[in-house]
């Protein structure tokens, strides 16, 4: 049986692709045959993937790159694509920020727009046009619960995952006629280093009490893990799912339905 959700002979770009859900999207890609082209702004961690892949003979090629920062972002593109087809881009960089509107100054709010939301319109502005001349191409977009819900003391948050969903249905509908589907995955909690150094920082001595109260605020009891969210990304960037585009795709534990139940 031929191999299913291959994306071997395609060119992809992740960014944020050095740790956490992103790294998991990364190797998921590179397994199943991508050419992976990586765009972190932490050096460390951009040091820390291709070390750990050296030895995998996966096609990966790490790129410092800030997203906010629209003209860089559209030279390295524009240099990715003289030597790699540019077919699928994962919109996946960002940052969060804790505290509601009163604990949210214009800094925190200009920090969040500019990775979160301005990131993926720069990424998605470079590439769009390379796809639409090339017959086509996918863009995945990682959203959040946030996106569609109210969470507590999630304000800045919330405000810039809204914004990457409706950009989400904007570019679906805008390039349907030129091949490029556009869908977004929310995810609820997910168990990253992210979580880990959240937890130390804010309740130290309770990290294994407030662990589980995070875990069992999710329906299923648990956080979701990185490699759940780079499976489904795999299906909806694969050509298995070229029947769907400008869909939102929640991967909650149950967070979304069966809390309002």
Do not use: W
């Amino acid at each position: 049986m031929e191999t299913k959700f291959s994306l071997k002979n395609k060119g992809v770009i992740i960014t944020g692709g050095a740790s956490g859900i992103g790294k998991s999207i990364v190797t998921t890609f590179a397994k199943q045959g991508a050419e992976v082209h990586v765009l972190d702004f932490n050096l460390n961690d951009l040091n820390g993937l291709t070390e750990d892949c050296s030895n995998e003979g996966f096609k990966i090629f790490a790129h410092h790159c800030d997203v906010s920062n629209s003209q860089k972002v559209t030279e390295l593109i524009s240099q990715i694509n003289t030597n790699s087809s540019i077919d699928v881009l994962v919109n996946n960089a960002g940052v969060a920020h804790v505290g509601n509107i009163e604990n949210c100054d214009e800094n925190d709010l200009d920090r969040l727009y500019n990775i979160n939301i301005k990131g993926v319109f720069n990424c998605s502005k470079a590439c769009i046009p390379l796809m639409k001349n090339k017959g086509g191409g996918v863009i995945l977009n990682i959203a959040s619960i946030a996106s569609t819900v109210g969470i507590s003391d999630r304000f800045a948050y919330s405000m810039s995952k809204g914004a990457v969903l409706t950009m989400t249905y904007s570019i679906a509908k805008d390039y349907i006629n030129d091949n490029i589907r556009c869908n977004c995955i929310s995810p609820a909690r997910v168990h990253t280093p992210f979580v880990d150094n959240f937890i130390k920082k804010n309740y130290p001595g309770k990290e294994k009490e407030m662990f589980e109260k995070l875990s069992k605020s999710q329906p299923i009891g648990r956080m979701g893990n990185p490699q759940e969210i780079a499976d489904l990304a795999l299906f909806l960037c694969a050509d298995e799912a070229s029947f769907i585009t400008g869909s939102n795709y929640g991967i909650d534990g149950g967070y979304v339905t069966l809390n309002s139940k």
